[in-house]
């Protein structure tokens, strides 16, 4: 059983855990018509609604497919599942308060996850989501076995940085071999892993994460064009560049977060410098105003000559990112420019063009960086404008994505009504419904004046 979830419960009644995770911190700066508690414990009966359908129809597999009630893995389609969504969902499982729930998760995974595995897997997602859940876990729950399968992982990813003759990782290794493969590679798979290195190497008295982290960020940054531009596709074993896009959006979208990250949580001043370094770039050559609304542009790396008008979903992350910074004036311009295609089409498309709001992809695979943002603005300047944003987010998603079993991707988002997809990403655990979560609660378990979310929404600074 989960020692540490077991002595939280001892410690506190039900009815105390529920009135210690509501209302506890005066979150919004001035008085609202809104009930933000209702819409809090709208938040968290979805998402107790939601576990009880997973719990009864995919226990154990990553993910639940929502429409059909039926199960699915991610990262081994033939399995074994790791039980993603569960890893997924630990911290907002306690955020929530909801520590039955949780109890019932630990107790799966401590005595089901193993990794000695022979197959590969896809390195950046295994660690923006189980390394980083599993450490969250550890965080949320104080129960060491966590923290041992997270550190029994990210050893396995190893092997990723250490073969690589730049330091920059494959994209798959091998769990039980460390065999390697796929060097073509882009910069959010190569520099996204401080946060969760980093943590684990404090946690473990091991430096070599944190420095295998670094430097694989490192050999991006080495690699910038004399405009401070890196492009979106490199061959890590030759250093060489494939492409010349560059972009703040996938696929480098949260090698940028993750620099940012790295000063924020380990005080580490090269990352601070590269980060400014990038987002002074950024801010001079791929901002661009249409109609007065700020967006990023894909430009070409060396030039700064303007490549494409597209605009895909997951750029929305960019908002926040600016904020935690302080760049609180280009924060606020981008996220109002994505709040104008969420009041245009409710559910934001994957991809637009942003002079015209043409779709390029009308679909929306449940995405969390619009909430990711209004959350990350909220948390910086406790403005009502943008939990208000991140409710219509949530009313939305309610509305569109709820399925007989769960929450599910659009597959069409101009239907009416939406066509929905059978699958539901894990990140959906981790993600916006821990964002909305947080911006209506109030709750006593979170530091809202200092903590850390990595990409994946997990929170590795701040659970109280
Ligand atoms: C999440 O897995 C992470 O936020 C990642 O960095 C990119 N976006 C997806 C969800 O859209």
Redesign the pocket.
């Known amino acids: 059983m989960n020692k540490g979830v077991k002595l939280t419960l001892k410690r506190r009644t039900f009815l105390q855990s529920l009135a210690g995770t509501l209302a506890a911190v005066p979150v919004a700066a001035k008085p609202s018509a809104m009930d933000w508690q209702a819409a809090a414990e709208s938040v968290r009966a979805e998402m107790a609604w939601a576990w009880r359908n997973y719990v009864e129809r995919a226990f154990g597999h990553d993910q639940i497919k929502p429409v059909s009630g039926g199960a699915e893995e991610f990262f081994f389609p033939n399995g074994p599942g790791l039980g993603l969504s569960m890893v997924e969902a630990l911290d907002t499982l306690y955020l929530m308060g909801l520590d039955a729930e949780l109890e019932s998760a630990v107790s799966w995974i401590t005595r089901n996850l193993r990794f000695d595995i022979d197959d590969y897997i896809q390195v950046f997602?295994t660690n923006?989501?189980m390394v980083g859940g599993l450490l969250s876990g550890w965080m949320a729950t104080k129960d060491k076995r966590l923290l041992d399968l997270a550190h029994d992982l990210a050893t396995r990813l190893m092997p990723a940085f250490t073969k690589s003759p730049t330091g920059m990782p494959y994209r798959f290794v091998n769990l039980r071999t460390g065999a390697v493969r796929d060097p073509v590679s882009f910069p959010?798979e190569i520099g996204?892993y401080i946060p969760e290195f980093g943590t684990l190497g404090k946690a473990v008295g091991d430096t070599r994460f944190f420095d295998a982290a670094k430097a694989a960020s490192k050999g991006c940054f080495d690699r910038r064009s004399k405009l401070d531009l890196i492009p979106d596709t490199i061959d890590i074993e030759t250093g060489q560049w494939k492409s010349r896009r560059a972009t703040i959006g996938?696929p480098s979208?949260?090698y940028y977060?993750y620099l940012w990250g790295g000063w924020f949580l380990f005080g580490d001043g090269d990352l601070k410098k590269w980060f400014e370094i990038f987002t002074a770039a950024a801010l001079q050559h791929q901002a661009v105003r249409v109609g007065g609304r700020l967006w990023f542009a894909q430009v070409d790396y060396e030039t700064g000559e303007l490549r494409d008008h597209h605009q895909s979903?997951?750029a929305a992350?960019y908002a926040g990112l600016l904020a935690k910074a302080g760049h609180m004036a280009h924060a606020r311009d981008y996220l109002e420019s994505w709040a104008v295609v969420q009041a245009k089409y409710r559910v934001l498309p994957e991809g637009f063009d942003f002079r015209t709001f043409a779709f390029e992809r009308a679909t929306n695979?449940?995405?969390?960086?619009f909430a990711?943002s209004c959350s990350a603005l909220f948390f910086a300047d406790r403005s009502d404008h943008w939990r208000e944003l991140g409710r219509v987010h949530f009313e939305n998603m309610k509305a569109t994505s709820r399925a007989p079993y769960g929450y599910a991707s659009i597959a069409d988002i101009t239907t009416g009504p939406m066509k929905q997809s059978d699958s539901c990403?894990?990140?959906w655990w981790?993600?916006q419904m821990k964002y909305y979560w947080l911006m209506f609660s109030g709750t006593k378990r979170f530091d809202y004046d200092r903590h850390y979310l990595s990409?994946?929404?997990k929170v590795l600074l701040g659970l109280k």
């Open positions: 997602e923006i989501r959010a996204s996938p979208d949260s977060e979903e997951l992350f695979e449940l995405r969390p960086e990711d990403p894990g990140y981790a993600e990409t994946e929404g």
